[in-house]
């Protein structure tokens, strides 16, 4: 306990009865923002304006987006919707850790051909890629299978085999891919060496060191850009028109206002359905990255901390965690 001279008590402090030095509680006094304040009660002005402005505006046409809003027709293209993200992604999340596995190989045949799908299908809009697949039975008539340079063992035309849902969910999930392999990529990247050397050490091969030891870790860098795609895919399906496919959210609601000339509340309403789809999913994403966080301490999106070392117990003082010892302070090589 700090004094002066003399055993007196020091500035700030009093002393006790038993004679010790007891220091003054200092009272904190929390800084003020007044500007920022106040540029909040203007932000919150204006959007309470905008909200109202849009309730009276006789434009959006609110009673025929209560009428539209589950209209059976929407609602089956909302599903239809769904189905057309679900398929896509479950495809594209398959050739995604093909097509990454083959990049990061040392075999240069299945590294360029890697990079060249990623190539291709990177470097053109997905738009045009879904106008050739709807372009498929004009460019290829007939679909054949067997061997090459030898008769085919069966063949069946494009047009009856392949039917616009199917080339849809086709032409979005070979897009797809090519990105989600970046994204499986960089995260098996991110994961250090001596987990797959350790593996390896245990015996096991390299398929069970990819599947129990190298993917789960990696999941938490793939989880959230993976999320992103999602999200994206379901609003990408509105381009399916190109295929063309007129049963999805976005194409089934324009069509609907091209019969009643009321764009703007139809296309109120399926922005309503392409929010709430899109709220469920963002709702999964942060469970999913919840579990796979798990062990990572402050970074754990369910565990707050400001990365100072300091562990909030329950009940309790702080606890600081200790800085890592140096070989010498561990005892190792002495």
Not at 17 to 37: E, F, K, S
Not at 209 to 215: A, E, K, T, Y
Not at 263 to 275: E, G, H, T
């Amino acid at each position: 306990m700090a004094s002066s001279a003399g055993d007196r008590p020091a500035a700030g402090e009093n002393p006790s009865p038993d004679g010790t030095q007891r220091a003054t509680a200092i009272r904190a006094v929390p800084l003020r923002h007044p500007w920022r304040n106040l540029v909040a009660i203007v932000i919150v002005v204006f959007v309470i304006a905008f909200v109202y402005d849009a309730a009276t505006r006789q434009a959006f046409q609110w009673p025929l987006f209560g009428k539209y809003l589950f209209d059976k027709r929407i609602s089956q293209a909302a599903l239809n919707t769904v189905m057309l993200t679900v398929y896509s992604m479950i495809i594209a999340i398959v050739l995604a850790l093909l097509l990454a596995v083959m990049r990061l190989s040392p075999n240069p045949v299945f590294k360029s051909i890697s990079w060249f799908y990623l190539w291709i299908f990177r470097g053109t809009p997905v738009y045009v890629q879904l106008t050739f697949w709807g372009l498929l039975s004009v460019i290829y008539p007939k679909l054949s299978l067997g061997l090459p340079f030898l008769p085919p063992v069966i063949t069946l035309p494009t047009g009856d085999t392949l039917n616009t849902f199917q080339l849809a969910v086709i032409g979005l999930a070979l897009n797809e891919a090519a990105y989600l392999a970046e994204i499986v990529r960089s995260g098996i990247l991110s994961v250090d060496r001596g987990q797959e050397e350790a593996a390896t050490a245990l015996g096991m091969t390299w398929f069970q060191s990819m599947w129990r030891v190298i993917i789960p870790q990696s999941m938490r860098v793939i989880i959230p850009p993976t999320g992103n795609e999602v999200i994206s895919m379901l609003k990408t399906t509105s381009l399916v028109t190109a295929v063309p496919y007129s049963f999805d959210l976005f194409t089934r609601s324009r069509d609907i206002s091209a019969e009643t000339f009321t764009p703007i509340p139809l296309f109120l309403v399926a922005s309503a359905w392409y929010l709430a789809i899109t709220s469920i999913l963002m709702v999964g994403q942060y469970f999913l990255e919840k579990r796979f966080a798990r062990g990572i301490g402050a970074a754990r999106p369910d565990r707050p901390g400001d990365g100072t070392g300091v562990i909030p117990p329950v009940g309790g003082n702080p606890a600081t965690v200790l800085p890592p010892q140096s070989p010498i302070e561990r005892g190792v090589g002495t």
